[in-house]
């Protein structure tokens, strides 16, 4: 398996626009979550999906933040529109179930200009 | 809210000497697991203890889990310049979904 991908894994972008960071989870995992990585406050859970449907949306920061898992083998988290200080590395990791070990995909470093 | 606190922040020490990280946490868990960054990486799991075990191994690893003091710590042994990496703890609690995580412990192995 390739274990988890994600798209870009760069991401440039100026103040007011949209970002979409895209994600495919390991095969046959059923749980999905979104990490922001930050000097300043560390790792942080955005949301998390079981079975495609999102479970906890508590960490998303504000409403300009949002998140799909439209089948088991995709996931995007939207940003619209984009300021600095959402910038950032973007995890996206996945697990067999709730509470297993998760596999952590590269991540994607935003940078809102 | 911060729910793991590692400790110490940074470790410096020299290949073949053992590394000891401690983490803190305050509320009840299913499980406790450890991660290791490396820069510019995502998190690799190490090992995963479970509220009802005391001690686990892996290869180099010790953990180690105390549930009445909420705490634990990862032994790293006879480390290699390989290990320099940030190190994380992060708690399943109970009722919560997804793990919290640490801010880290940055392991610096000198060659």
């Known amino acids: 398996d390739a274990g988890v991908i994600q798209s870009p894994r760069h991401e440039v972008t100026e103040m007011g626009q949209e970002v979409t960071l895209r994600c495919k989870p390991i095969?046959?995992?059923?749980?999905l979550f979104w990490y922001r990585q930050t000097m300043m406050r560390g790792l942080e859970l955005l949301i998390y999906?079981?079975?495609?449907?999102?479970?906890?949306d508590s960490g998303m920061p504000e409403d300009r933040f949002s998140a799909k898992m439209p089948n088991a083998s995709f996931s995007t988290l939207k940003i619209q529109p984009s300021e600095p200080r959402d910038s950032a590395v973007y995890f996206c990791?996945?697990?067999?179930?709730?509470?297993?070990?998760?596999?952590f995909g590269p991540g994607t470093r935003l940078t809102v200009l | 809210s911060q729910q793991g606190e590692e400790d110490p922040q940074a470790l410096s020490i020299q290949e073949g000497e053992n590394a000891t990280m401690n983490c803190s946490y305050k509320?009840?868990?299913?499980?406790l697991q450890w991660y290791r960054q490396n820069s510019g990486r995502g998190l690799v799991h190490l090992i995963l203890?479970?509220?009802?075990?005391r001690e686990k191994h892996s290869g180099r690893l010790r953990v180690t889990l105390d549930t009445s003091k909420k705490s634990s710590s990862l032994l790293i042994t006879a480390s290699r310049a390989a290990d320099t990496a940030s190190y994380f703890c992060?708690?399943?609690?109970?009722?919560?979904?997804?793990?919290?995580f640490g801010k880290g412990t940055h392991l610096i192995i000198q060659p």
């Open positions: 992060a708690t399943e609690s109970r009722g919560a979904d997804g793990l919290t």
């Open positions: 999906f079981n079975n495609n449907v999102p479970i906890d």
């Open positions: 990791a996945s697990s067999l179930e709730r509470g297993d070990e998760q596999f």
């Open positions: 095969s046959g995992h059923n749980s």
């Open positions: 509320t009840s868990i299913n499980n």
């Open positions: 203890i479970r509220s009802n075990e």
